[in-house]
T-cell receptor, first 114, second 115 residues
Framework: AQSVSQHNHHVILSEAASLELGCNYSYGGTVNLFWYVQYPGQHLQLLLKYFSGDPLVKGIKGFEAEFIKSKFSFNLRKPSVQWSDTAEYFCAARGAGGSYIPTFGRGTSLIVHP | DGGITQSPKYLFRKEGQNVTLSCEQNLNHDAMYWYRQDPGQGLRLIYYSQIVNDFQKGDIAEGYSVSREKKESFPLTVTSAQKNPTAFYLC??????????????FGDGTRLSIL
């Protein structure tokens, strides 16, 4: 069965620190990968997605993620976080061309101190 | 603007009572989903529906029921058989067919608590 692992459950950073959130998936075929963000009191929204092509994907608000097929990873990065990045971050994966139902990771709670 | 509307935002249930959570979308999406979000457990799929009058169980369907009588509506009933219903419930939708590579859109959620 497909699974998604997010290794960091809680991350606390100071403003301007660099961020990297880990995400690994288990799926043998071609995958679509997503990072969603849930700001306090708001709905989940898409940060970025990878379907094919350039493995370095740029999303909104300065976030990027790199798909490394050999490592089954899709880590999220941001060079310099802001207080407004405080949120919960979810990685998701689904098989391309097969089941359209994504599998979500458990989420990472990020707190950025001003 | 197109989107997903979940209501109510907060809901309280008494022991032994069934409650229904509403989810409406005006995105003309074919597929709709219900997730349960618990702290530290991410999103777990309860039910999903690809087309009207058809739905499938997800990973944690026990104690829940759904219907899909209209394309834009996918209500979730939390029955008395669900022993631990306190959670945050999220509804989502997505396009199918030729545009099935599009991501899901989510509603604002309903927080259900037991009195």
């Amino acid at each position: 069965a497909q699974s998604v692992s997010q290794h960091n459950h809680h991350v606390i950073l100071s403003e301007a620190a660099s961020l990297e959130l880990g995400c690994n998936y288990s799926y043998g075929g071609t995958v679509n990968l997503f990072w969603y963000v849930q700001y306090p009191g708001q709905h989940l929204q898409l940060l970025l997605k990878y379907f094919s092509g350039d493995p370095l994907v740029k999303g909104i608000k300065g976030f990027e993620a790199e798909f490394i097929k050999s490592k089954f990873s899709f880590n999220l990065r941001k060079p310099s976080v802001q207080w407004s990045d405080t949120a919960e971050y979810f990685c998701a994966a689904r098989g391309a061309g097969g089941s359209y139902i994504p599998t979500f990771g458990r989420g990472t709670s990020l707190i950025v101190h001003p | 603007d197109g989107g997903i509307t979940q209501s109510p935002k907060y809901l309280f249930r008494k022991e032994g009572q069934n409650v229904t959570l509403s989810c409406e979308q005006n995105l003309n999406h074919d597929a709709m989903y219900w997730y349960r979000q618990d702290p530290g457990q991410g999103l777990r799929l309860i039910y999903y529906s690809q087309i009207v009058n058809d739905f499938q169980k997800g990973d944690i369907a026990e104690g829940y029921s759904v219907s899909r009588e209209k394309k834009e509506s996918f209500p979730l009933t939390v029955t008395s058989a669900q022993k631990n219903p306190t959670a945050f419930y999220l509804c989502a939708s997505s396009q199918q067919g030729a545009r099935s590579n599009q991501p899901q859109h989510f509603g604002d959620g309903t927080r259900l608590s037991i009195l």
